[in-house]
């Protein structure tokens, strides 16, 4: 972000502390000012902050720096447009009194503002359905907050109605049950899932059907919320790595660059040009894996068995390049802070060309039963339509944003890892139906092959570790050999990188859309707070929008088509 | 008098055995014709090619136990399997494979085909309706509407044949259509009718045979990904079992009930080839049609129920009524 831009947002607001943090502006505003704030970022034409990408919380109980309250909670607000960024920082001094929603400014507000509500218990003046989202209902208190025992588990069994949930959405859309009642027709309420073939994990999307017409729509989620925030809090920073595999395990390492890249960020470590031509390869790599599987899924969801192998036939045979590449298929853990686990084998151009070749041949013969296929067209064009407005009010990122009409991509407009030197397109979908998600995944399949082409061409020799020791391991000669290297390997292993105390977010654009890490460190070798901004919970929080007035079968497309996954979505 | 009743007791045991082993071995060709287009092996672990894998498959089945979920109908959910497994059967009796080999040749042959395949689409709606399950009650309603939709140009498709050939006799219908090609339904050209729209005729009917036998992309009763299963969701077992074949033997009586309206029975194209059996002739057409079944159901995805019925009342039925209207005026002139 430029300086000017800097300047130009902090001139808005007079009497607000605003500093620069990396290359964003984090302001911090007292409670009473936040609402006006807020609503001056979204609504000023200059500013215009449309995409609010993330809301948390941060308990300061243990933080070793004394601060006013023990709460605060974090607004993370992005111009697409002319590529700014902002942090609103809010102290909150009683979490059951609150801070007022901004549910009205932006609608991924709803569900952000539950996961606060649900992790902190920061209540928020005014939302609409404060509930827990990713906990169990009958869960007892805050599990972020840092007096909550990470052992002290709970088990909750009871499943919740949601009765009140769906009748309040019913009525929002005007359904009048007494007039139903007239014709003799009924509501009926359908679960799918949490155990559905269409939902490809564990979501329930419960419905109120008209036949086969949706009415009302609501959704539970958290089905598989494991505590990944929580335990990271337990890790050195190094050692959180394995569990970003996790979280979007179709494309596995991306999750992991974008970790070690916002870590990174704020050690300030540049790390090495081979280890950033490696790391753009990757992600490129799995952000094709990624969608091939998005997209053979959702084929799959429509009947159309045969995609499904042409796609996943080089989705298997990639796996085993990646795992000779990195050592394992699925969940390779590959990056470390400051470089890459190993260097590729020898000779894995040849391997990477062969393999690239065999998926643009598979990609390429499915498009060839799918792209004139009326029966696609028919399904997918003009259903499940969002409005580039709604979906990024939404939060929407990534693909399906893009599909929305909106060319927003980070790689382009807040490029890491060299990409303004690549050249390749930001495929851009027009009115933001099925059809168009499916289609600009489909090209850009294309335009990652494209990147990696040209990677590989450009990728230099040398060495993939930066030369600091004390955030990278020292090679084992010196470990054996010398006392300052068994040192730092000591220390690194047992206390981790020692990451100075601040706060700071960074982001990556992700298979999914937009990957953020929002970290507080507090000076020792584990994060104080780790909060993930993850592109496909605020796609799902805007799921009833594209759903409702269709029908049953084009919900399943539809959840095909956004990409949800269970690892990423729940945490 | 007992003559004849042996006789139909013969039929209807070759017609089961027929069907259930064209069901089995359908299923066997369905699954390596898709692992051909799909490019894996499909089953080749269980025998040469793995054709054992259909026997041992019905083995499996059979030594399942039967569960029926809580609150089901019980008489109804029981007597659905095997309702939707009968009509494929008997319709076997009247269907003539060759000048000799037909088990119960009628004068209403025809009719009589079409009365047991309605009544298929009960057992489906039964098995809905008493599984007391949403899923499966939401594919019955389904099939009953496509089963509606799909029958009224598939009749009237088959009566423009009638009106050719003057006769419900099926029989009479095959032998109207030798010696060759050129007097096979499809193309009438040197029978009386000389409708040039026939072609269409025969489109219409095959794509209605797909509605009818409930096959991609038509396959919306048992919508695998939204309604999970459709209307055997709650059947396990041999349940399971003869719905499954139900399905591949009303495959086999639409194939044969296409050949033979359409394409000449048991006549071989040209007259020259009239040395090789007419059985073969038939049994070759029948399996053409149902490798094209095969071919069409892995390649496209399936369509809605509102486009499914579209199909049927805005496109099929304008186009199969104004047949009958040209077929009915060309045999006036002609």
Same mark, same amino acid.
């Given at each position: 972000?430029?300086?000017?831009?800097?300047?130009?947002?902090?001139?808005?607001?007079?009497?607000?502390?605003?500093?620069?943090?990396?290359?964003?502006?984090?302001?911090?505003?007292?409670?009473?000012?936040?609402?006006?704030?807020?609503?001056?970022?979204?609504?000023?034409?200059?500013?215009?902050?449309?995409?609010?990408?993330?809301?948390?919380?941060?308990?300061?109980?243990?933080?070793?720096?004394?601060?006013?309250?023990?709460?605060?909670?974090?607004?993370?607000?992005?111009?697409?447009?002319?590529?700014?960024?902002?942090?609103?920082?809010?102290?909150?001094?009683?979490?059951?009194?609150?801070?007022?929603?901004?549910?009205?400014?932006?609608?991924?507000?709803?569900?952000?503002?539950?996961?606060?509500?649900?992790?902190?218990?920061?209540?928020?003046?005014?939302?609409?359905?404060?509930?827990?989202?990713?906990?169990?209902?009958?869960?007892?208190?805050?599990?972020?907050?840092?007096?909550?025992?990470?052992?002290?588990?709970?088990?909750?069994?009871?499943?919740?109605?949601?009765?009140?949930?769906?009748?309040?959405?019913?009525?929002?859309?005007?359904?009048?049950?007494?007039?139903?009642?007239?014709?003799?027709?009924?509501?009926?309420?359908?679960?799918?899932?949490?155990?559905?073939?269409?939902?490809?994990?564990?979501?329930?999307?419960?419905?109120?059907?008209?036949?086969?017409?949706?009415?009302?729509?609501?959704?539970?989620?958290?089905?598989?919320?494991?505590?990944?925030?929580?335990?990271?809090?337990?890790?050195?920073?190094?050692?959180?790595?394995?569990?970003?595999?996790?979280?979007?395990?179709?494309?596995?390492?991306?999750?992991?660059?974008?970790?070690?890249?916002?870590?990174?960020?704020?050690?300030?470590?540049?790390?090495?040009?081979?280890?950033?031509?490696?790391?753009?390869?990757?992600?490129?790599?799995?952000?094709?894996?990624?969608?091939?599987?998005?997209?053979?899924?959702?084929?799959?969801?429509?009947?159309?068995?045969?995609?499904?192998?042409?796609?996943?036939?080089?989705?298997?045979?990639?796996?085993?390049?990646?795992?000779?590449?990195?050592?394992?298929?699925?969940?390779?853990?590959?990056?470390?802070?400051?470089?890459?686990?190993?260097?590729?084998?020898?000779?894995?151009?040849?391997?990477?060309?062969?393999?690239?070749?065999?998926?643009?041949?598979?990609?390429?013969?499915?498009?060839?039963?799918?792209?004139?296929?009326?029966?696609?067209?028919?399904?997918?064009?003009?259903?499940?339509?969002?409005?580039?407005?709604?979906?990024?009010?939404?939060?929407?990122?990534?693909?399906?944003?893009?599909?929305?009409?909106?060319?927003?991509?980070?790689?382009?407009?807040?490029?890491?890892?060299?990409?303004?030197?690549?050249?390749?397109?930001?495929?851009?979908?027009?009115?933001?139906?099925?059809?168009?998600?499916?289609?600009?995944?489909?090209?850009?399949?294309?335009?990652?092959?494209?990147?990696?082409?040209?990677?590989?061409?450009?990728?230099?020799?040398?060495?993939?570790?930066?030369?600091?020791?004390?955030?990278?391991?020292?090679?084992?000669?010196?470990?054996?050999?010398?006392?300052?290297?068994? #040192?730092?390997?000591?220390? @690194?292993? *047992?206390?981790? &990188?020692?990451?100075? $105390? !601040?706060?700071? =977010?960074?982001?990556?654009? #992700?298979?999914?859309?937009? @990957?953020? *890490?929002?970290? &507080?460190?507090?000076? $020792? !070798?584990?994060? =104080?707070?780790?909060?993930?901004?993850?592109?496909?919970?605020?796609?799902?929080?805007?799921?009833?929008?594209?759903?409702?007035?269709?029908?049953?079968?084009?919900?399943?497309?539809?959840?095909?088509?956004?990409?949800?996954?269970?690892?990423?979505?729940?945490? | 008098?007992?003559?004849?009743?042996?006789?139909?007791?013969?039929?209807?045991?070759?017609?089961?055995?027929?069907?259930?082993?064209?069901?089995?071995?359908?299923?066997?060709?369905?699954?390596?014709?898709?692992?051909?287009?799909?490019?894996?092996?499909?089953?080749?672990?269980?025998?040469?090619?793995?054709?054992?894998?259909?026997?041992?498959?019905?083995?499996?089945?059979?030594?399942?136990?039967?569960?029926?979920?809580?609150?089901?109908?019980?008489?109804?959910?029981?007597?659905?399997?095997?309702?939707?497994?009968?009509?494929?059967?008997?319709?076997?009796?009247?269907?003539?494979?060759?000048?000799?080999?037909?088990?119960?040749?009628?004068?209403?042959?025809?009719?009589?085909?079409?009365?047991?395949?309605?009544?298929?689409?009960?057992?489906?709606?039964?098995?809905?309706?008493?599984?007391?399950?949403?899923?499966?009650?939401?594919?019955?309603?389904?099939?009953?509407?496509?089963?509606?939709?799909?029958?009224?140009?598939?009749?009237?498709?088959?009566?423009?044949?009638?009106?050719?050939?003057?006769?419900?006799?099926?029989?009479?219908?095959?032998?109207?259509?030798?010696?060759?090609?050129?007097?096979?339904?499809?193309?009438?050209?040197?029978?009386?009718?000389?409708?040039?729209?026939?072609?269409?005729?025969?489109?219409?009917?095959?794509?209605?045979?797909?509605?009818?036998?409930?096959?991609?992309?038509?396959?919306?009763?048992?919508?695998?990904?939204?309604?999970?299963?459709?209307?055997?969701?709650?059947?396990?077992?041999?349940?399971?079992?003869?719905?499954?074949?139900?399905?591949?033997?009303?495959?086999?009586?639409?194939?044969?009930?296409?050949?033979?309206?359409?394409?000449?029975?048991?006549?071989?194209?040209?007259?020259?080839?009239?040395?090789?059996?007419?059985?073969?002739?038939?049994?070759?057409?029948?399996?053409?049609?149902?490798?094209?079944?095969?071919?069409?159901?892995?390649?496209?995805?399936?369509?809605?129920?509102?486009?499914?019925?579209?199909?049927?009342?805005?496109?099929?039925?304008?186009?199969?009524?104004?047949?009958?209207?040209?077929?009915?005026?060309?045999?006036?002139?002609?």
């Amino acid at each position: 972000m430029k300086a000017t831009a800097i300047e130009k947002i902090c001139s808005k607001f007079p009497g607000i502390a605003c500093r620069e943090v990396l290359n964003y502006v984090e302001m911090t505003v007292q409670p009473e000012q936040l609402e006006e704030t807020l609503s001056r970022l979204k609504l000023y034409p200059e500013l215009n902050f449309g995409l609010l990408l993330d809301i948390t919380g941060i308990d300061y109980l243990e933080y070793p720096v004394a601060q006013d309250c023990r709460f605060a909670v974090v607004y993370t607000i992005r111009n697409w447009r002319d590529n700014m960024l902002v942090q609103v920082k809010v102290p909150v001094p009683d979490p059951d009194k609150g801070v007022p929603t901004c549910t009205h400014l932006w609608s991924s507000a709803n569900w952000a503002e539950r996961e606060v509500y649900d992790q902190y218990g920061i209540n928020f003046i005014g939302h609409p359905d404060l509930r827990r989202i990713l906990n169990h209902w009958q869960f007892k208190g805050h599990p972020l907050r840092k007096d909550y025992d990470i052992f002290k588990g709970q088990v909750c069994y009871d499943s919740y109605s949601m009765e009140n949930e769906i009748k309040n959405r019913l009525l929002a859309n005007g359904v009048d049950e007494t007039t139903m009642k007239d014709i003799n027709t009924e509501i009926m309420f359908l679960n799918l899932g949490p155990s559905h073939p269409a939902t490809h994990g564990a979501i329930r999307i419960f419905t109120a059907l008209d036949g086969e017409s949706i009415l009302a729509n609501v959704n539970e989620i958290g089905y598989l919320h494991r505590g990944f925030e929580k335990t990271a809090e337990n890790r050195t920073y190094n050692q959180v790595i394995p569990l970003t595999d996790r979280l979007n395990y179709c494309s596995a390492m991306m999750n992991n660059i974008a970790y070690v890249k916002a870590v990174e960020s704020w050690l300030g470590i540049e790390i090495t040009e081979r280890c950033k031509f490696m790391r753009v390869v990757m992600s490129e790599f799995f952000r094709v894996q990624d969608h091939l599987v998005c997209i053979a899924a959702n084929l799959v969801d429509m009947g159309g068995l045969t995609n499904y192998w042409y796609l996943y036939n080089e989705k298997e045979a990639s796996y085993d390049l990646i795992s000779r590449l990195t050592g394992a298929r699925l969940t390779s853990s590959f990056t470390r802070i400051g470089g890459m686990y190993r260097d590729f084998y020898d000779g894995w151009e040849h391997d990477m060309e062969v393999q690239l070749k065999a998926i643009e041949k598979g990609v390429s013969d499915s498009l060839a039963l799918v792209l004139k296929n009326r029966i696609v067209h028919d399904r997918t064009q003009g259903t499940c339509k969002l409005s580039a407005e709604t979906a990024l009010s939404y939060g929407f990122t990534g693909p399906c944003l893009r599909a929305s009409g909106v060319p927003f991509d980070l790689r382009k407009d807040n490029p890491y890892y060299n990409y303004e030197s690549f050249d390749f397109n930001v495929p851009v979908g027009s009115t933001g139906d099925i059809y168009d998600r499916i289609m600009v995944r489909f090209e850009e399949i294309f335009e990652s092959i494209k990147i990696i082409r040209q990677a590989m061409k450009h990728i230099p020799d040398g060495p993939i570790f930066v030369k600091d020791h004390n955030a990278v391991l020292p090679p084992k000669s010196e470990v054996y050999n010398n006392i300052e290297g068994l #040192a730092n390997h000591f220390k @690194l292993i *047992f206390e981790g &990188v020692k990451v100075p $105390s !601040g706060e700071w =977010y960074d982001s990556f654009e #992700a298979a999914n859309g937009e @990957l953020g *890490f929002h970290f &507080v460190a507090d000076g $020792s !070798g584990k994060p =104080y707070k780790l909060k993930v901004r993850p592109p496909c919970f605020y796609i799902m929080g805007g799921f009833h929008e594209m759903v409702e007035g269709e029908m049953i079968a084009d919900a399943v497309i539809n959840l095909g088509s956004i990409n949800i996954i269970g690892g990423e979505l729940d945490r | 008098m007992s003559l004849t009743l042996l006789n139909v007791i013969f039929a209807v045991v070759v017609a089961i055995a027929f069907a259930a082993l064209n069901a089995a071995y359908l299923v066997w060709a369905e699954r390596r014709g898709a692992g051909r287009i799909q490019r894996r092996p499909g089953p080749n672990i269980n025998g040469p090619f793995g054709l054992f894998q259909p026997p041992l498959d019905g083995l499996k089945l059979m030594a399942k136990q039967l569960t029926i979920p809580g609150g089901a109908d019980k008489i109804l959910f029981v007597a659905a399997p095997v309702l939707s497994m009968f009509p494929a059967i008997m319709s076997f009796v009247t269907i003539p494979f060759s000048e000799m080999i037909v088990a119960h040749n009628m004068n209403v042959g025809l009719l009589m085909i079409f009365a047991f395949a309605s009544s298929g689409s009960m057992a489906l709606l039964f098995a809905g309706w008493s599984s007391r399950n949403k899923y499966a009650m939401m594919s019955a309603v389904r099939s009953v509407s496509q089963a509606v939709a799909y029958e009224i140009p598939m009749l009237i498709t088959a009566i423009t044949i009638v009106l050719m050939t003057g006769t419900m006799d099926l029989m009479e219908i095959v032998r109207q259509q030798g010696p060759s090609i050129l007097h096979w339904n499809i193309f009438p050209l040197l029978t009386n009718s000389h409708n040039l729209l026939m072609p269409f005729s025969f489109l219409i009917f095959f794509t209605c045979t797909l509605a009818e036998t409930n096959r991609a992309p038509f396959d919306l009763g048992e919508a695998e990904s939204e309604l999970v299963a459709g209307f055997h969701i709650e059947y396990g077992s041999m349940g399971f079992g003869l719905f499954f074949m139900a399905e591949y033997a009303n495959i086999v009586i639409g194939s044969c009930l296409t050949t033979i309206l359409f394409l000449g029975g048991w006549h071989p194209p040209l007259p020259f080839l009239g040395f090789i059996p007419g059985v073969v002739w038939f049994l070759l057409k029948i399996y053409i049609l149902i490798a094209t079944f095969i071919w069409i159901r892995w390649t496209f995805p399936r369509t809605t129920i509102y486009g499914l019925l579209n199909l049927s009342w805005k496109i099929l039925i304008p186009i199969s009524l104004f047949n009958l209207l040209l077929t009915a005026g060309l045999l006036k002139v002609f």
